[in-house]
């Protein structure tokens, strides 16, 4: 069963693939956003803080050093992960690696619930759930990129950061839910329900398709044919004739042989050939500029960041920020999706660090707390921030890791980006409460900085790969006439524009005759001599 986009079938198979592996995102974003409030939970306090009044919880207090461990050590966790998640999908499959991983979730929040007065037991729960979180945030953005038709590949894998959003929301409203809950249900509760997160992802997935580029490359061809039929709303019987399945499948198959025949390991991601480690460190740099916009210094200590501003009730910020993050995300989508990537990540690089220096500047000029104006701009920048970041760096960033690298070390390549984000995030969730005690508001011009530095990386380095096919995103990186700014119009042989290439494969899948000139023999994108040699 199918809908047609743009005049072109796509199978709600895709869309359940991309929702249920978001899941992997659900998780993310709902481990993320509840250690905020927890912090500031009395049965919390009185349990993991250093009291000096022991039962009084007005006395209690977390140290800089235990405060930054019990929310950086998931980072920990989130860093190795991520690294073992390349070769565990790999030789499991997408599918199988997503539900070990939830099992690995799972035993993390036991760990963490089980908890009665040890915070260094917390602490280790959250490292073990960081190590499914991390293999998940390398293994969905790959899946959904190998599973999603190349003209809603952007919003489909969008969706992985629509519910990285949605689960910090959902957080957000389940801690305001408990937090007077009596005793240690407070917290518990909140911790707990991670583990429903997990069983509809471990589950749910497995009733998916299996990546048909993991097929292919384990010679099983007839089941990525099936699999890809399956995602585009194509009957089976179909499959084997159908215009489309038989030219992306040869794509794979080719794209495939020719990998294998230079099959790519851990060294591999670092070679020059063929663009190689320029898109490894291209990914890593990206992945460490999404974190350095600041976003995360608002998830993980947005309530204590603004209970400082002044706020009676920072819950209710912390609510604020989360609903602008989550709603502003189904716009990124369509941003993502209608301009491609080059141009919303520059324009949301110089609108985030605007804000930022309006946040920066307001808190540093005056004392917010005594000044409710200016604590009430300090949050408007916030959610301004918020509003650019959801739209542009948030899902953009997931989309290109997915996207960016070749068949044969894409999940290699994918895990040391996403590494390299959860290096920054382990940093940034770590020391963010020395840095904070030191400089104060000031840190807000340290992200301004970061996010200018962003859209200059991206103008200059990345390439525009929106409406390609994953073997053509390769064949562009290795053209050597191709420039990163003036990739926006590049095409596979065969093709006069970027646009000729969506017209002509709008015009094939409605089975209407292609151009008849000279170059109707090269419709079908074939890999160039020149792709072998390095660039």
Sequence with gaps: MAFYFHGLPVGWVAIMMALVASMGGFIFGYDTGQISDILLMDDFLLRFATCSTPGDVSTCSFSTVREGLIVSLLSIGTLVGAILGAPTADFLGRRY??????????????????????????????????????????????????????????????????FITFGILVAYGISIGTRNVPNSGSWRIVVGVGILWALILGIGILFMPESPRWLAAHDKLEEAQISLARSRGIPKEEAKSHYVIVREVEEIRSSVQHEKQIRGGWIDCFRPQNKTLYRTLLGMSLQSLQQLTGANYFF????????????????VTQIILGTVNFVCTFGGMYVLERFGRRRPLIIGGIWQ?????????????????????VGKLMIVSACMFILGYAMTWAPGVWILIGETFPTRTRAKQGSLSTAANWVWNFLLAFFTPFISSAISYRYGYVFAACNLT???????????????????????????NCKPWTSREWAPPGYSSRQDLIDQTRAAEAHKPLASDPLEEGRIEKRPDSSMEGS
Excluded at 300 to 315: E, P
Excluded at 361 to 368: E, I, K, L, Q, R
């Design 353 to 373: 660090s605007a804000w930022l220096f309006v946040f920066a500047s307001a808190g540093t000029a005056v004392d917010p707390t005594t000044h409710p104006g």
């Design 300 to 315: 993980y200590y947005g309530a204590t960041v603004f209970k400082a501003v002044g706020l009676q009730d920072s819950f």
């Design 97 to 162: 690696a997503m539900s070990l991983e939830c099992v690995a979730f799972t035993v993390g929040v036991i760990i963490q619930i089980t908890s009665n007065h040890v915070w260094q037991q917390f602490a280790v729960g959250r490292f073990v759930s960081g190590l499914g979180v991390g293999a998940l945030s390398a293994a969905v953005p790959m899946y959904q990129a190998e599973t999603a038709p190349p003209q809603i590949r952007g919003t489909l894998t969008a969706t992985y950061q629509l």
């Design 454 to 480: 962003g859209a200059v990386v991206v103008y200059f380095f990345l390439y525009e790969s929106s409406n390609l096919s994953l073997e053509s995103v390769d064949m562009m990186y290795t053209d050597p």
